[in-house]
């Protein structure tokens, strides 16, 4: 039944992101994301299976888990401001730091290559990149086919988000750093990708080994971007360079100190940990 009803669940949540689009608008910028969290709360409410796989991961991967409803609460933040996102891009800035090595980076000439997580508001950090003028393309898993995606890729596009595909996006992927260009991707997911087994929040993990296999074909300079959402509501940039024998090893590390900096701004109801899968080989 579940199956059949969709196509008219989905559309009935298209239209009410219209409406509710809509009278974001008309509210005070700041007014957003609290109305956000609210909203992120009923939907914490009511995803029961979802909330209990949230808290299970919680209370298993963080010695001082917060509650449930503030991961909740957070995400209805972020997808309301992401429906604001023209006003709300202006709550976002690069720290001067970060600015920094991105330049130097980009002065090398070669490939760049963004890990990044899913914390703080990734969307807009997108769009603020790209406003800012450092073009890249995101490699992304492919949207189903619902009104609510076809709404979600709508709106990176409006925002200059660019999206490569996983699979046969790898050779545009590959393409784009040997041109001098800028690729970035998520590393804090579990994909159907090959993978490697990593620690991640003191658990094994399998980790996909995409960003691997690019950085040693291209020879590209490896960065972790990442953003988080400060008490006053901007959001921050940061850029660090990741060197050594083992980036992706190094950036998952780096990914680990701010999830549990910041729990509440990552997304917890994604399946990370799977101690049987291993796909390196």
């Not at 808290?55 to 957070?74: H, V």
């Not at 979600?152 to 595909?165: K, P, V």
């Not at 699979?167 to 001098?180: C, I, M, S, Y």
């Not at 921050?236 to 990914?255: F, M, Q, S, Y």
Request: with cysteine; glycine share 8%.
């Amino acid at each position: 039944m579940r199956r059949i009803t969709r196509p008219f669940r989905h559309a009935a949540a298209a239209f009410l992101l219209v409406l509710v689009s809509g009278f974001l608008r008309i509210l005070p910028r700041a007014w957003v994301g609290r109305a956000g969290y609210v909203f992120g709360l009923f939907i914490g409410c009511i995803a029961r299976r979802q909330n209990r796989l949230v808290k299970r991961q919680l209370s298993a991967y963080l010695d001082t888990p917060p509650a449930a409803g503030k991961t909740w609460g957070d995400l209805g933040r972020r997808l309301f401001e992401l429906m604001d996102a023209k006003r709300q891009l202006t709550m976002v800035r690069i720290s001067d730091q970060g600015r920094q090595i991105f330049e130097e980076a980009r002065s090398e000439g070669r490939g760049i290559l963004v890990a990044t997580l899913h914390l703080g508001h990734w969307e807009l950090m997108a769009a603020a990149l790209v406003q800012a003028g450092y073009a890249f393309k995101s490699i992304a898993a492919k949207p189903k086919s619902s009104p609510i995606h076809d709404r979600l890729s709508a709106t990176r596009a409006s925002l200059g988000i660019r999206i490569i595909h996983p699979g046969r996006g790898a050779r545009d992927a590959l393409r784009e750093l040997k041109a001098g260009g800028t690729v970035s991707l998520f590393i804090d997911q579990k994909t159907g990708e090959r993978s490697r087994t990593l620690e991640f929040l003191g658990h094994s993990a399998p980790t996909p080994l995409t960003f691997d296999r690019l950085r040693e074909a291209s020879q590209a300079i490896s960065l972790m971007v990442w953003n988080y959402r400060s008490e006053e509501g901007h959001y921050t940039i940061e850029v660090a360079r990741i060197d050594g024998k083992d980036p992706l090893k190094a950036a998952t590390r780096h990914a680990e100190q701010l999830i549990r900096t910041y729990p509440e701004q990552w997304i917890w109801f994604h399946k990370r940990w799977d101690n049987d899968v291993d796909r390196s080989r």
